[in-house]
T-cell receptor, first 116, second 111 residues
Framework: NAGVMQNPRHLVRRRGQEARLRCSPMKGHSHVYWYRQLPEEGLKFMVYLQKENIIDESGMPKERFSAEFPKEGPSILRIQQVVRGDSAAYFC??????????????FGPGTRLTVT | GENVEQHPSTLSVQEGDSAVIKCTYSDSASNYFPWYKQELGKRPQLIIDIRSNVGEKKDQRIAVTLNKTAKHFSLHITETQPEDSAVYFCAQKGGSYIPTFGRGTSLIVHP
């Protein structure tokens, strides 16, 4: 059973370009969370998705950022017109059931975005 | 809103000593408390968790205790080894779908 997969592992973009980050959850998991981590800081929640639904995007900036989790394929976090402040590690995590019950989250290896 | 305070931010111990990291939370509805270990450049990995219906859970050299009345929970690592050196994050999850993470504790184990 493969774990959570993310690609690319490293991404370099120039200011103004688009960054597209992908996350494939663990087999059998239908809940995906995206987090952002700055160096020497904690994990900041961005968005929580189920298949074809955004459940909570309260941690995601309203402009330039968007996320999706289609019926088929990976979840995608898209950052348009990147700026230097977007440089960070972006982790996704998946869980079997998110709701009111508290199931474990398993993290992917992360995508390290560098904006030059 | 939900908040998790984690202390200390840095913890330095000698190999073989014990290490304790504490977290406090504010949401009375919190019912799940995981701990993650993150080595440099790696993903956070779940190392132990506890649910609100128990007060303590142990797994070899790692234990977690929960005091729901005082709203705090702690990670205990005994007989520390250099490979325990990492950043440790506590988290809590309650009625909300969204887990809240502490800011992390950098544990350094000196050989």
């Amino acid at each position: 059973n493969a774990g959570v997969m993310q690609n690319p592992r490293h991404l370099v973009r120039r200011r103004g370009q688009e960054a597209r980050l992908r996350c494939s959850p663990m087999k059998g998991h239908s809940h995906v969370y995206w987090y952002r981590q700055l160096p020497e800081e904690g994990l900041k929640f961005m968005v929580y998705l189920q298949k074809e639904n955004i459940i909570d995007e309260s941690g995601m900036p309203k402009e330039r950022f968007s996320a999706e989790f289609p019926k088929e394929g990976p979840s995608i976090l898209r950052i348009q017109q990147v700026v230097r402040g977007d440089s960070a590690a972006y982790f996704c995590a998946s869980s079997y059931y998110g709701g009111g019950s508290s199931y474990e989250q398993y993290f992917g290896p992360g995508t390290r975005l560098t904006v030059t | 809103g939900e908040n998790v305070e984690q202390h200390p931010s840095t913890l330095s111990v000698q190999e073989g000593d014990s290490a304790v990291i504490k977290c406090t939370y504010s949401d009375s509805a919190s019912n799940y408390f995981p701990w993650y270990k993150q080595e440099l450049g790696k993903r956070p990995q779940l190392i132990i968790d506890i649910r609100s219906n128990v007060g303590e859970k142990k797994d070899q050299r790692i234990a977690v205790t929960l005091n729901k009345t005082a709203k705090h929970f702690s990670l205990h690592i005994t007989e520390t080894q250099p490979e325990d050196s990492a950043v440790y994050f506590c988290a809590q999850k309650g009625g909300s779908y969204i887990p809240t993470f502490g800011r992390g504790t950098s544990l350094i184990v000196h050989p």
